[in-house]
C-alpha cells in the first residue's frame, strides 16, 4: 500500500461560495472534484482570470458533481490551460453539460461583444474567459458513470457518486485513497438539496466516511414553512391584479423546469388563471427534453402525465433566438417572462429587468440563492437602482423573495443531513458559504454533534 502523504486543497468555495475546486493528491496522482467559476464579487471574478495553484496537465480525473456554473463553469478554461483527463460524472450531468458550457461559451462572447460594443471594458479588448471551441475539447473528456457504481481514479482512488436531490444529476462523491500506507474515506457533499422538494428526490444520507466536506450555501439562514407554489401562486396573483409582467430570473437547469411544473400544477387546480408564460432562454427547451428522460420514474411527473399529459404550463412560449428575445419587449401584461440567469449577474434577463421593471405594477420574483455582488442580492436587500450594461436604472416594480425555491437545504436540513453518518467522522470541513454562514454552520455541528469542525481558507492545503 503506498505510503505517500495524503492531501487536501481548497482553491474554491472557501469561505465564499462560488468556485468550487477541491484536489486530492497522493504520491504522483491528483484528482480534482469539481471545477467551478468564481461569480459575484468583483475580486472573486478576478481570480478566474489568474491560474489555478496546482497544473492542470497534471490532473488525470476530475469528478463533477453537477452542472450549476459554480461548480463546472471553469472546465473550459482549464482544458485551455492543458487539462486533458477524463470528467467523471452522472449519466444526466452528461447529458446536461454540453447544454449549459455551449450556452456559457456563447454568453461570454456575446458579453464580450457587447462591452466591446459600448467600449466600457477597462480590458482592451474585453475577452471571453472561454469559447465554444474550448467548450468542444471539453465535452470530448466526459466520462459517465452510473449512481453508486465504484471507479478506480488511477492507482491510489476510487470513486462513487450518490444523489444528493439538489438538481438532476447532481451528486456527492465518495472517495476512498490509498496513502500514508492506509485507506482513508473522503466525502464532498456537493450541493445538498432540499427534503420533500418538487421535481428532485430527498438526499441520500452520507456514507461513513474519515473527512466530510459539506456546504454551507445557508448555514445559518432557515427558508421558513412556507411551500414554493404557495409563493408562486402569491406572485402571479400580484400581477393578475396590477396587470404587469412578472418577470422571474431563473437558471435554465432545475429551477425553470420546477417553475413550469408548479405553475401547470396552480393552472390544474384553478388557483390561478392560465397566463402566457414566456420562457426566454436558449437552452431551457434541450434541458426539459433531459428532465424528461431521466424523470420518467418520477412519482409527480407521472401523476401529471396522468392527469394531463404534460408537466409544463399551458401557454408556456419558448423563445430561442436573440430576435425572439427582443419581441418580448412589447410584452403586455398579465404575463410571465421566465430567464436566466438567476442572479441578474448576466444572460436576456437583464433586459427584461431594464425593459420591464422600470414599470409600475411589474414584479420581480427571485426563486433562489443571490450571491454577493451581484444585481439579485443588491435587490434582495432593499438596493432600488442596479447598474446595467454601464447604465443606471431605477426599479419601480415590487421586488419578491421566493425562498422556498432554494435548491439549497437550509441550516436545519443540512443539520439532518449530516446527522445521517453511521458514525463520526474525523473532522468536518465547512465550506461553499459566505464566512458567517460557513462559521456558524461549523459552530453548531462542533455544539450539537459534538465532531471536530474546521472551515478553510482559500487555497489552504491539508494534510489527511
Ligand atoms: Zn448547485
Not at 427582443?326 to 442572479?343: C, Q, T
Not at 419578491?400 to 425555491?405: L, R, S, T, W, Y
Amino acid at each position: 500500500m503506498p505510503t505517500e502523504t495524503l492531501t487536501l486543497g481548497f482553491h474554491g468555495a472557501a469561505r465564499t461560495v462560488t468556485g468550487s475546486k477541491y484536489l486530492l493528491h497522493a504520491g504522483p496522482e491528483n484528482l480534482l472534484i469539481d471545477c467551478g467559476m468564481f461569480q459575484g464579487l468583483k475580486e472573486l471574478r478576478l481570480r478566474n482570470w489568474t491560474p489555478p495553484r496546482f497544473d492542470a496537465r497534471a490532473i488525470p480525473f476530475m469528478a463533477l458533481t453537477h452542472t450549476h456554473i459554480d461548480h463546472c463553469g471553469y472546465i473550459p478554461r482549464l482544458v485551455n490551460a492543458g487539462f486533458e483527463g477524463r470528467i467523471l460524472c452522472t449519466p444526466p450531468t452528461a447529458d446536461l453539460l454540453p447544454i449549459v458550457l455551449k450556452d456559457a461559451a456563447k454568453l461570454q462572447e456575446e458579453d464580450a461583444r457587447h462591452y466591446n460594443k459600448l467600449g466600457i471594458s477597462k480590458h482592451e479588448p474585453a475577452l471571453p474567459l472561454f469559447t465554444e471551441e474550448d467548450v468542444e475539447r471539453t465535452l470530448k473528456l466526459v466520462q459517465p458513470i452510473e449512481y453508486g457504481a465504484r471507479f478506480n481514479a488511477g492507482q491510489r482512488f476510487s470513486l462513487r457518486f450518490l444523489d444528493v436531490g439538489h438538481i438532476l444529476g447532481s451528486a456527492m462523491v465518495e472517495v476512498t485513497a490509498q496513502a500514508n500506507g492506509k485507506s482513508t474515506v473522503v466525502v464532498f457533499s456537493g450541493d445538498v438539496g432540499r427534503y420533500d422538494a418538487p421535481l428532485t428526490p430527498d438526499p441520500t444520507s452520507p456514507p461513513a466516511c474519515d473527512y466530510l466536506l459539506v456546504e454551507s450555501t445557508y448555514g445559518n439562514r432557515k427558508h421558513g414553512a412556507e411551500k414554493p407554489i404557495d409563493q408562486l401562486e402569491a406572485v402571479v396573483e400580484k400581477v393578475v391584479k396590477s396587470g404587469g409582467i412578472l418577470l422571474i430570473p431563473a437558471f435554465a437547469v432545475g429551477r425553470s423546469q420546477q417553475l413550469l411544473f408548479l405553475l401547470r400544477e396552480l393552472e390544474n387546480a384553478r388557483r390561478i388563471p392560465e397566463l402566457p408564460v414566456h420562457v426566454d432562454s436558449p437552452m431551457a427547451f434541450d434541458t426539459t427534453a433531459v428532465y424528461l428522460k431521466y424523470l420518467k420514474n418520477h412519482q409527480a411527473v407521472m401523476d401529471a402525465v396522468e392527469g394531463g399529459g404534460a408537466i409544463i404550463s399551458r401557454n408556456v412560449q419558448l423563445h430561442k433566438t436573440a430576435e425572439d428575445s427582443r419581441r418580448l419587449a412589447d410584452l403586455k401584461g398579465p404575463a410571465i417572462v421566465i430567464a436566466s440567469s438567476g442572479m441578474l449577474s448576466g444572460g436576456r434577463v437583464l433586459y427584461h429587468l431594464k425593459n420591464f421593471m422600470t414599470k409600475p405594477g411589474s414584479v420581480l420574483a427571485l426563486s433562489g440563492y443571490q450571491a454577493e455582488g451581484t444585481r439579485g442580492r443588491d435587490l434582495l436587500e432593499g438596493k432600488r437602482s442596479v447598474k446595467v450594461f454601464g447604465e443606471e436604472i431605477a426599479i419601480q416594480g415590487e421586488v419578491v423573495d421566493m425562498a422556498g425555491f432554494s435548491g439549497h437545504g437550509d441550516s436545519d436540513e443540512l443539520m439532518r443531513w449530516v446527522s445521517g453518518l453511521p458514525k463520526p467522522p474525523r473532522e468536518v470541513f465547512v465550506t461553499h458559504g459566505e464566512e458567517s454562514q460557513a462559521l456558524a454552520l461549523a459552530d453548531r455541528i462542533q455544539r450539537e454533534k459534538g465532531w471536530a469542525t474546521r472551515v478553510p481558507a482559500m487555497d489552504e492545503e491539508t494534510g489527511l
